[in-house]
């Protein structure tokens, strides 16, 4: 008989450790393409799905809640974002599986939210495996150039 594992910390509502040492190994791999050197994986398991690039774990989502944060670093983030005054214009800079870009999406849903990725096959990524909206604002482009042209941004997230 066979374990189950729990790869979500029941207290917490966050990733276990275990999951996040062991993300490029379990579940089931469901997408994998080689550019430039660098590799991408979509895995799964279960309710979870995530993205890593050349086997580090770069963003997760639970399917069933796509803009829960499951990160503890996230959730102190999303501490801080709530004390703010709520943002009108977004501009992330990396888009990776999208979990901040789903939360932002959610959170503050009148929010014009901007997401720069500089690899197109993460873009591609996201929107065939991680995206829930399909009228999204996602440039392909160099954060730095966006950075110089851009204006009245409430909030830059990298």
């Not at 050349?54 to 801080?80: A, C, E, G, M, R």
């Not at 991680?130 to 110089?148: G, V």
Request: aromatic share 8%; with cysteine; net charge negative.
């Amino acid at each position: 008989m066979t374990e189950k594992i729990n790869y979500i910390n029941s207290l917490t509502g966050l990733l276990s450790d275990q999951f996040i040492e062991n993300s490029h190994s379990i579940g089931q791999l469901i997408y994998w393409h080689k550019c430039s050197g660098d590799h991408i994986q979509v895995r799964e398991h279960e309710q979870l799905r995530w993205l890593l690039i050349n086997d580090t774990l770069q963003s997760v989502i639970d399917l069933n809640n796509p803009d829960l944060l499951l990160f503890p670093h996230l959730l102190y983030l999303d501490k801080h974002w709530q004390a703010l005054k709520p943002p009108q214009k977004v501009l992330e800079l990396g888009l990776g599986g999208g979990a901040i870009r789903n939360y932002l999406q959610h959170k503050y849903p009148k929010a014009q939210i901007t997401s720069v990725e500089k690899n197109a096959d993460i873009i591609d990524c996201y929107t065939q495996f991680f995206s829930s909206n399909k009228n999204e604002q996602l440039l392909c482009a160099d954060a730095q150039q966006i950075l110089e042209s851009v204006q009245n941004i409430d909030w830059i997230i990298l």
